[in-house]
Structures are given as C-alpha cells and as structure tokens.
C-alpha cells in the first residue's frame, strides 16, 4: 500500500496527462489505497470484500462505520464505480478521454478529502471542502 504523497503523485501525474480508459483500473485500484489508509489510520484491517461489485465501496463502509462525517466522500466513491463501469465496459466510447479525466479528478478528490480527514477529524460534516486546512495555512 503506497502513502498518501506517493498516492498523490501519481494522481498528479496521470492528470497532467491525458487518462485514457487503460487507466481505469489503476485510478480505482488508488482510490482504493486511499481508503486503505483512512481505514489503517482507525485502527482496522482493510477489508477484501466487494460491495455492489467493488471493494472501493466495501471500503467506504467500512471507513464509515461510527463516524457519520465519513459519508461526506459516498457519492465520490460511487461516481468512481460508474466511471470504472463506463470506462470498462465502452473503451472505444468518444467521451473515454473526458470519462477517464473525470475519474482521475475524482480519485484526487477522495484522496484530498481522505488527507484533510486525518488533519481533522470533523471535516466533511457539512460538506466535503478542506477549506478550513487550506484557511488555516495561509
């Protein structure tokens, strides 16, 4: 399992590029390291399962189970499932290259949210923006 940094570098890197649909898997296979991380950070063994066909969704239960503000990243990680299906299941589509960056834009955003949660517990429990870490820096 790669650390947050190594994660986001290599996000940065396939964003700076152009994502194709060949980098669905491994845009989910990061944002499953993400949450690997959160779920390491609370003291847990990530899960192997699958919800709904995918482990990123079983890990997201898992990450969220007793802290409610968690669910804030939910629908990140469901938008991550459909995009995986719509990459893999049409790669010649017109819309892959925009799919795929979408993905990627995703994957960096549970990624961001994930880092800003193990600065700060309460993150996301209004809205998912690490506002108040970038506030607070400046």
């Known amino acids: 399992m790669r650390a947050l940094p190594d994660i986001e570098r290599r996000l940065a890197q396939l964003l700076d590029g152009s994502p194709c649909a060949a980098d669905a898997g491994e845009l989910l296979l990061l944002a499953e390291e993400v949450l690997e991380q959160w779920v390491c950070a609370c003291g847990e063994v990530p899960t192997a399962e699958h919800h709904e066909g995918f482990r990123l969704l079983a890990l997201h239960r898992q990450g969220a189970r007793g802290r409610p503000s968690f669910n804030a990243c939910r629908e990140s990680c469901r938008e991550l499932a ?8 049409q790669v010649q589509h017109a819309d892959a290259g925009a799919r795929a960056r979408m993905m990627g834009l995703l994957a960096n955003h549970l990624c961001l949210f994930v880092a800003g949660k193990l ?9 998912c923006a690490s506002r108040p870490l970038r506030a607070g820096a400046g």
Not at 82 to 89: A, C, G, I, R, V
Not at 119 to 127: I, K, M, N, R, S
């Open 82 to 89: 459909y995009h995986y299906n719509l990459l893999t299941l």
């Open 119 to 127: 600065q700060a517990e309460g993150l996301g429990e209004f809205c």
